[in-house]
T-cell receptor, first 109, second 110 residues
Framework: RKEVEQDPGPFNVPEGATVAFNCTYS??????FFWYRQDCRKEPKLLMS???SGNEDGRFTAQLNRASQYISLLIRDSKLSDSATYLC??????????FGAGTRLFVKA | DAGVTQSPTHLIKTRGQHVTLRCSPI?????VSWYQQVLGQGPQFIFQ???????GRGNFPDRFSARQFPNYSSEPNVNALLLGDSALYLC?????????FGDGTRLSIL
């Protein structure tokens, strides 16, 4: 079993749609969690941190469920510019950071 | 402020050669991590350096090594290159969490 698993997609959605990405992690001792966005042939860029209390940044909402070892990202009112790969990232404590394989999103007009 | 800077941008090597990459972290960041990203996959953790010492390592062979200098810049070295080492190599720096990435070095092995 992979340490961090994501639905690879791709997700193809129309502009204005709401889309949700899921991620599970295997190490219950994991300490910090993030969503990164990666455009084609570019470096990953931090989208948002993820907390148990949930956090929101504009159209983006992230949630962590420690009991289920599950992380989610919700994008509302999708824009064409949201098309990218979304990476779930888990820090397992100490100095090890694990990336999921990424979920590809295509938003079409 | 400058972000994480990596050099070179692209590199072509042949099997059996060695390669050295370079990364300058964001000013004030003491931790530098390296990742290998193969097309279609997420970045794979290679190792992390903090205060000039290797603090963590992923599932990579000893052919992969690195140094961190007093100014916290880092240079990984890969010996005896294999075709499978062709990838985007990403450097990330941090003060604590989260990490910030450089543009990467795209390494092609012929």
């Amino acid at each position: 079993r992979k340490e961090v698993e994501q639905d690879p997609g791709p997700f193809n959605v129309p502009e204005g749609a709401t889309v949700a990405f899921n991620c599970t992690y295997s190490n219950s001792a994991s300490q910090s969690f993030f969503w990164y966005r990666q455009d084609c042939r570019k470096e990953p860029k931090l989208l948002m941190s993820v907390y148990s209390s949930g956090n929101e940044d504009g159209r983006f909402t992230a949630q962590l469920n420690r009991a289920s070892q599950y992380i989610s990202l919700l994008i509302r009112d999708s824009k064409l510019s949201d098309s990218a790969t979304y990476l779930c990232v888990v820090n397992t404590g100490g100095f090890k950071t694990i990336f999921g394989a990424g979920t590809r999103l295509f938003v079409k007009a | 402020d400058a972000g994480v800077t990596q050099s070179p941008t692209h590199l072509i090597k042949t099997r059996g050669q060695h390669v050295t990459l370079r990364c300058s972290p964001i000013s004030g960041h003491k931790s530098v991590s390296w990742y290998q990203q193969v097309l279609g996959q997420g970045p794979q953790f290679i190792f992390q350096y903090y205060e000039k010492e290797e603090r963590g390592r992923g599932n990579f062979p000893d052919r992969f090594s690195a140094r961190q200098f007093p100014n916290y810049s880092s240079e990984p070295n890969v010996n005896a290159l294999l075709l499978g080492d062709s990838a985007l190599y990403l450097c990330a720096s941090s003060l604590a969490r989260p990490q910030h990435f450089g543009d990467g070095t795209r390494l092609s092995i012929l």
